[in-house]
């Protein structure tokens, strides 16, 4: 059953309109034309297919990516949340990626780069004698542009923009952020190596490199740079921190390319001119007599990575090389919404052992079954074409049909969409309001707060945030009340069977300090995640989420997913 706010949602961005902007679909109908759009790539009982995937995707269990949501059935439909593309140190390189970005935002898409090959602010330029504006003038060019397209009318441009740690320009592109007016289009992290973490830890210097010459340029106290993350991290939330040598550590296709940037919300690194589609599991509608319906868990994983598959398939790519290596590579990303849900269902707080043991059996699951799954539709369909290339064959796997299968993503709007927690975020909090890219506040009600009031007919009214405690007993765990710890500590747990990354927001309180940023950001490194970002509350001007009381935290919101 749809909620309130997830109908106001529906029809502000999701239902068809005719060219009077009149609604021309139900969202009932959105989820038939999704499924029968999605089961054109079956060969045979296409029917049928079609009435799966409608019935899972109807039943709010599981919800493919917004693009796809939007765009399936519809013509020329894009249906990828995740871009990545290449940047060279040249004037047509540079235009030349802005060209396909602007696709690729129209059509519904988000963006990833790594600025790293473009040489440093005041380097020579020998075919015009004149003298290079560095890495971050040009994300401000691409940024300008970001704000001129909407995306196909109903979402906004979202971009990521890494730096590597060695650049000579690391401190600007730091910097770039703090004046809370800049860049607003774009999500920026730093490209960490571990020969930089290891100079952190010693305190020793690090030497930064001229990215044209492979000379150094000249070396910097490692944890001075450091700092001046956590320091920059702690007043407007960027940037965050993308580990890159963890990231092809685990890259499925190394002899194909090396992974240099992520998406927007930093949960998909890819490699160049490559995109992928994303879909999640609503985990608190899999609840039953106290545990998990394991069972169908499991069936419905299995449904949903053929979807996903499909989606590969029937997809039409704005920029012919990302459609190459796409279907080389067939990289999906299915993930999780709802988990803060089924931990109050089951009685658990969020920052315990016990809800990190199940987050993380919750996910070995997924992937597991994931994967066999890709195997089957590899006996089915045929292996991604770059296979025998990849890490999987080389460690003995069975043909697969996809290069990655997991992804966890912040589920920005879907969760709306399915009335489910984001991702695998804790509550916000029982009564809050949500800023939405409609221009829309939608004020919402948590189901199992809304449910306890009813049962013991008080009003919203009448009940503040500290109430609900007594209310719901010790596992109500909203965000506030989550340890830097527990935070971090849950993203590592999901990352361990996550082919891909994992997208959370470290939420900190507004009194946190410079040091809790670090010892975060720290925390994830040494917890095997592969990349982190942390947002103080009102370190932004304006937030996407609002307690009813004002003083609870809140967190950016994700305008691909």
């Known amino acids: ?20 902007g009149e609604l021309m679909e139900t969202p009932d109908q959105l989820f038939r034309r999704v499924a029968n759009a999605i089961a054109r790539a079956e060969k045979s009982n296409r029917r049928g297919w079609a009435e799966k995937f409608y019935k899972l995707i109807s039943s709010l269990r599981f919800l493919p990516n917004s693009p796809t949501l939007m765009n399936a059935g519809r013509d020329e439909g894009q249906l990828a949340a995740c871009f990545v593309l290449p940047i060279e140190d040249s004037l047509e390189s540079i235009f030349e990626t802005l060209k396909d970005a602007a696709k690729i935002h129209q059509s519904g898409g988000g963006t990833g780069f790594s600025f790293s090959s473009l040489r440093p602010r005041g380097s020579r330029v020998r075919s015009s004698s004149g003298v290079a504006s560095g890495p971050v003038s040009f994300i401000r060019i691409f940024d300008v542009a970001t704000e001129a397209i909407k995306q196909g009318g109903t979402r906004r441009g979202a971009n990521m923009a890494v730096l590597r740690v060695d650049h000579p320009d690391i401190i ?5 952020k703090r004046d809370q007016r800049s860049t607003v289009n774009f999500n920026i992290s730093v490209g960490i190596t571990d020969r930089f973490m290891d100079a952190v830890r010693a305190d020793a210097l690090f030497p930064l490199f001229d990215p044209q010459t492979g000379r ?3 070396k910097v106290r490692a944890r001075a740079v450091f700092d001046r993350i956590c320091l920059a991290a702690w007043e407007c939330g960027d940037p965050g921190l993308v580990f890159l040598d963890r990231i092809n550590l685990f890259n499925p296709t190394p002899a194909v390319g090396r992974m240099e940037s992520t998406n927007p919300c930093g949960e ?3 490699l160049q001119y490559e995109s992928c589609n994303l879909g999640s599991i609503n985990l608190g509608l899999y609840c039953r007599g106290g545990d998990v319906d394991w069972m169908r868990l499991c ?5 949903a990575t053929r979807i996903l598959d499909d989606v590969v398939s029937i997809n039409h790519y704005p920029i012919a090389e990302c459609e190459r290596i796409t279907q080389r590579n067939r990289k999906i990303g299915l993930g999780v919404m709802g988990f803060a849900d089924l931990l109050l269902e089951l009685g658990l707080p969020y920052d315990s052992v016990e809800a990190r043991a199940l987050g993380e059996k919750l996910m070995s699951v997924i992937d597991r079954e994931g994967r066999r799954a890709s195997a089957d539709l ?3 369909k045929g292996a991604f074409l770059n296979y025998s290339k990849s890490m999987w064959r080389h460690l003995g796997f069975p043909k697969l049909r996809n290069a990655t299968v997991t992804t966890v993503a912040p589920t920005g709007t879907i ?21 939405v890219l409609s221009g829309d506040r939608l004020r919402e009600v ?17 009940v503040s945030e500290e109430d609900l405690g007594r209310l719901l007993g010790p596992a109500w765990s909203p965000a506030r009340s989550v340890s830097v710890s527990g935070h971090v500590l849950m993203q590592a747990v999901f990352q361990r069977f996550s082919d891909s990354a994992v997208s959370k927001t470290i939420n900190l309180p507004e009194e946190a300090t410079v040091l809790d940023v670090a010892s975060a950001y720290l925390l994830a490194y040494e917890n095997g995640c592969k990349g982190i970002t942390v947002y103080r509350d009102r370190s932004k001007p304006t937030q996407v989420l609002e307690s009813a009381s004002s003083t609870d935290l809140a967190v950016p919101d994700c305008p691909t997913c």
């Open 1 to 20: 059953m749809l909620s309130e706010n997830a109908l106001i949602v529906l029809k502000k961005r999701y239902l068809r309109r005719d060219e009077a």
């Open 172 to 176: 600007e592109f730091i910097d770039s």
């Open 216 to 218: 150094e340029q000249r």
């Open 268 to 270: 998909q690194p890819l």
């Open 299 to 303: 069936e419905d994983v299995h449904l």
């Open 378 to 380: 590899a006996r089915e």
């Open 415 to 435: 969760s709306i969409i399915a009335g489910a927690s984001s991702g695998i975020e804790p509550i916000f909090a029982g009564i809050f309001y949500r800023n």
């Open 446 to 462: 948590h189901p199992a707060v809304a449910r306890i009031l009813q049962e013991r007919k008080i009003g919203l009214d009448e």
